[in-house]
């Protein structure tokens, strides 16, 4: 269950999609061919939904091209993690470097598509995603270079925040990631494209009716003609 506060209302829905449900509705997203890095936290468990007939390079920016699933339980490997330090599996053909390698692949434009979670996105693509002031973080991680240097970004995320207040702003509050570099949003409650410095609203997640969205998103929302349900398999 989701509860979202706006103008001191309590708005509450009671079904929207699970971290899973986003991850497999972005693998629908992936196109055969394409090099493809995923970020820390929802992003990652798009590996295990490639869509059957396609062929996808998944890029670990600690230096894995040819990434996999997580493994089954028993075969883990401790010394094969992804950027988030969870165990994973390679695909055949896969190759292993350091991360200066790594990140040249990012920088030079190697990657077509970048997944990554998010703490607030703005209207404009704007992300935030590396620091909230006054809590102690090790290092903004490589999504500064990857913001900058793919193609598309979609970030995966919950709609709104513990707090149920929205993360699809008008401007991001947080420090920035990267500036109006996002594409598309897939929440647990709506996909999200944007388009002209606001969003567009192209998806909605079983269950959930277009003016929860509408009430859950802070941002400017484009409503444009009758919203189709997400198809999750």
């Not at 970020?39 to 040819?66: D, H, K, M, Y």
């Not at 699933?69 to 028993?74: I, K, S, T, V, W």
């Not at 990140?103 to 209207?123: C, D, K, P, W």
Request: hydrophobic share 45%; charged share 20%; aromatic share 4%.
């Amino acid at each position: 269950m989701i509860i979202v506060t706006l103008k001191n209302r309590l708005i509450i829905t009671l079904t929207m999609l699970d971290k899973t449900g986003i991850a497999k509705r972005i693998a629908q997203e992936l196109r055969d061919g394409w090099y493809v890095n995923l970020g820390i936290g929802i992003p990652t468990l798009v590996a295990n939904f490639v869509p059957q007939g396609i062929t996808v390079e998944f890029q670990s920016e600690n230096g894995i091209l040819g990434m996999g699933p997580f493994p089954y339980e028993g075969e883990e490997d401790a010394d094969m993690i992804n950027a988030g330090k969870q165990t994973v599996t390679l695909m055949p053909g896969a190759s292993i470097f350091d991360s200066a390698t790594s990140f040249a692949m990012i920088r030079g434009q190697h990657v077509q598509l970048t997944v990554l979670g998010a703490m607030e996105v703005s209207q404009n693509g704007d992300i935030a995603n590396w620091k909230i002031p006054g809590k102690m973080v090790k290092g903004m991680g490589g999504a500064m270079d990857l913001v900058a240097s793919a193609e598309n970004i979609i970030v995966a995320m919950m709609h709104t925040n513990k707090k149920g207040e929205s993360k699809l702003l008008p401007s991001c509050s947080l420090p920035l990631t990267g500036v109006a570099c996002v594409t598309r949003i897939i929440t647990n409650l709506a996909v999200l494209e944007i388009k002209e410095g606001v969003f567009h609203l192209l998806e909605r997640a079983p269950g959930v009716s277009v003016e929860e969205i509408q009430e859950a998103t802070t941002g400017k929302l484009i409503v444009a003609g009758e919203i189709p349900e997400m198809q999750i398999n």
